[in-house]
């Protein structure tokens, strides 16, 4: 499958998934202004966002003790151990809550799923599904490229100008793979369910290894892209100073990194 447009002068993922997949992928400047308009209510009015989690939760019991072929999306907040020693409890508590819900309304317009929440940490994941027009991983890529945007061009613009703070950045990892949805507990509507599995441990890894602002996918993720996709990507895994070792039965395989070149 190729996504290469007739014309690409700046290049952008996003770009070329809408225009394979306009009427169910949300422009960037609608998005953008949805973001302000949120934020701006919830730093001034102490505005609630709604739950995001509840597909999530319904899909993982669907699948209890199934083994999902997915994309799973890391992303948190560069630095925010030193925000929150300047900033008084209640402004930390709804810059972090803004965060975590904006990047949760982002996972869930590139159809994917949003995890949990983990300090400030955001977990999403995008299901292979074959009878989809777009691919997740692609899906994913699109999903980290708008939510550096987002950040930039939605969240900063308003801690600025309204509450004259410092901006804030984010780093993103990203790896493919199989997991396993398990359950734990013998309620089948009750009992916390999660997933299990390799690629959500390498996922944090690969996102532990992200400068700010940047976006790093795994070799797995890197590999499901067409030829012009990975154009995209710029292999790293010669400047790190330990390589991540493959988690399948190559273990004395060095697992690759991309970082995405344009951002």
């Known amino acids: 499958m190729s996504f290469k447009p007739d014309k690409e002068q700046n290049p952008n993922i996003l770009d070329i998934l809408l225009s394979k997949n306009s009427d169910k992928t949300i422009d960037p400047a609608t998005l953008i202004k949805s973001v302000q308009n949120r934020v701006h209510k919830a730093l001034e009015n102490g505005y609630q966002y709604t739950r995001v989690i509840d597909s999530s939760e319904k899909f993982l019991r669907k699948n209890v003790f199934g083994q999902i072929n997915m994309a799973v999306l890391y992303v948190d907040i560069v630095g925010s151990t ?58 994913t890529v699109a999903c980290a490229e708008s939510m550096v945007n987002v950040v930039k061009q939605g969240i900063n613009p308003i801690l600025i100008e309204k509450m004259g703070l410092s901006e804030i ?56 892209l067409d030829p012009y996709m990975q154009e995209f990507f710029s292999d790293m895994t010669d400047e790190l100073d330990c390589p991540l070792q493959h988690y399948s039965n190559k273990r004395d395989k060095i697992y690759h990194v991309y970082r995405y070149k344009y951002q």
């Open 169 to 224: 950045s984010i780093k993103i990892g990203i790896d493919f793979g199989s997991n396993v949805v398990v359950r734990y507990g013998a309620d089948e509507k009750k009992a916390f369910v999660d997933l299990l599995g390799p690629t959500m441990n390498m996922a944090s890894k690969i996102q532990n290894l992200a400068k700010p602002n940047q976006i790093i996918v795994g070799q797995d993720t890197y590999d499901r």
């Open 82 to 139: 030193k925000m929150s020693m300047r900033l008084p409890p209640d402004k930390l508590s709804t810059i972090i809550s803004s965060f975590s819900q904006e990047m949760s309304y982002v996972i869930e317009q590139f159809h994917g799923y949003v995890l949990k929440f983990v300090g400030d940490a955001v977990i999403g994941y995008f299901v292979e599904d074959k009878t989809d027009q777009i691919p997740a991983a692609y899906e």
